[in-house]
């Protein structure tokens, strides 16, 4: 168990910066479950808003994470298409201006979807993520809703996808 401490909510590209302690972000599909990991991690329920309904997380939120002293930034899911193209688009940049010219970010876990093929933003994501030379840490999500032979092959299929 970790002890994690939200210290630092950004909306806006402007607000992003200001921290001072390596980072791992998590990033993925709009309900993939990113804040739920959040709070599986840090032991408490509502540590981090999670929802059923997607496009729960609409900023990047930056968690103190002790023993370690680094930051695991939870940042909004893309993907949701039920939101409108200007906020989406919001999103975009938001998420494109934390991962671009971060020294401090030193991985990214992408979160993924068991019971989906991979699908085109995680693909674009990993690419990208793996483009600026940062560690990309793969996270199989909602395993718990799959077949034991679907979650091989699905995981087969994104070390493939990804070259582990
Ligand atoms: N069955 C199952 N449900 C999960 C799992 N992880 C998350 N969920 C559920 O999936 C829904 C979305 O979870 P969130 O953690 O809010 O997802 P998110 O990736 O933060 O979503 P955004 O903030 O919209 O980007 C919630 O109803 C969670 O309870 C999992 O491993 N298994
Ligand atoms: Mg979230």
Redesign the pocket.
């Known amino acids: 168990m970790y002890n994690l401490i939200l210290e630092k909510t950004a909306y806006t590209p402007d607000q992003l910066s200001g921290t001072d302690l390596p980072q791992i972000a998590l990033a ?10 959040i ?1 599986t991690l840090g032991g408490r329920k509502k540590l ?5 309904t ?4 609409r900023s990047v939120n930056f968690f103190r994470v002790k023993p370690g002293n680094f930051f695991l930034v ?4 893309y993907g ?1 298409a039920r939101c409108s193209k200007k906020e989406r688009e919001k999103w975009g940049q938001l998420i494109q201006r934390f991962l671009e010219d971060n020294t401090l970010l030193k991985a990214v876990v992408l ?1 993924l979807d068991s019971r989906l093929e991979p699908q085109a933003m995680d693909l674009e994501l990993s690419q990208y993520v793996k483009s600026i030379d940062i560690d990309l840490i793969p996270v199989l ?5 799959c077949k034991q032979k679907q979650l091989s092959n699905i995981s087969n299929t994104w070390i493939n996808i990804l070259g582990l």
């Open positions: 993925g599909r709009s309900n993939v479950g990113k804040s739920s990991l709070n981090a808003k999670i929802s059923s997607p496009g729960k997380t939870d940042l909004p899911g949701y979160l999500t909602k395993a718990d809703k």
